[in-house]
């Protein structure tokens, strides 16, 4: 897992109620969390493998008869 800001690899994961999980490298790791993650708040989560979606085949339109 990378970090959001640069090409180092992610140290931690910000993943707060109510906040999309953002991953950060210690460098990156913004100052006022540092606190927080030397404490063990922001562990690194694991890397889940994407998620195949499965191909929809197209749905086939029903034609209405008209009336004459």
Known sequence: MKCVNCENKADYTCADPGVNPVDYCATCLPIWLRDRAAR????LREATP???SAKKEPKEETKVA???
């Not at 063990?40 to 562990?43: A, K, Q, R, S, V």
Request: proline letters at 10%; a negative charge; charged letters at 60%.
């Open 40 to 43: 063990g708040d922001f562990p």
């Open 50 to 52: 994407a998620k195949k």
């Open 66 to 68: 008209e009336e004459e």
